[in-house]
């Protein structure tokens, strides 16, 4: 098997391995927090993989024709525009306290990552669609 060895998957890979250095760091000197450790080793070593996962691949196979590009545009400005509504909806019942159960406890910022994973999962499943539906 042959792998490529361009700046940008070198690069991808030598941070990964820095992240797994860092994560080997604290899990050995700062036992407190020592999960965070942990969570950096796993997440080097799944950044290592995908790194050698797409380095095995030629060049040419991440090329991208106009369908798709036109594809991937389309899923993320729906996603966005959902995720705009979603947001806007939230404000509403925020400042207008008609449902408490359904705004955020403190600040609207704590919404912000179930905004975020509305859109991610918005924009994969508008992506798989309109490229079913061949627009």
Do not use: N
């Not at 030629?58 to 590009?69: G, I």
């Not at 979603?86 to 207008?96: D, N, P, Q, S, Y």
Request: charged residues 20%; proline residues 3%.
């Amino acid at each position: 098997m042959k792998f490529r060895k361009d700046g940008r998957i070198l690069k991808f890979m030598g941070i990964s391995l820095g992240v797994i250095l860092i994560g080997i760091f604290i899990l050995q000197f700062i036992k407190p927090i020592a999960i965070i450790g942990l969570i950096l080793i796993s997440s080097g070593l799944v950044g290592l993989v995908v790194g050698l996962r797409i380095s095995s691949k030629p060049v040419d196979y991440f090329l991208e024709d106009e369908r798709s590009v036109r594809i991937k545009e389309k899923a993320g400005y729906s996603a966005y525009g959902m995720m705009t509504s979603v947001a806007t909806i939230i404000m509403f019942l925020k400042i207008l306290k008609i449902s408490p159960s359904l705004t955020p406890s403190s600040d609207f910022f704590d919404g912000a990552l179930v905004m975020w994973v509305i859109g991610l999962y918005t924009f994969i499943i508008l992506r798989w669609y309109y490229s079913k539906t061949g627009e």
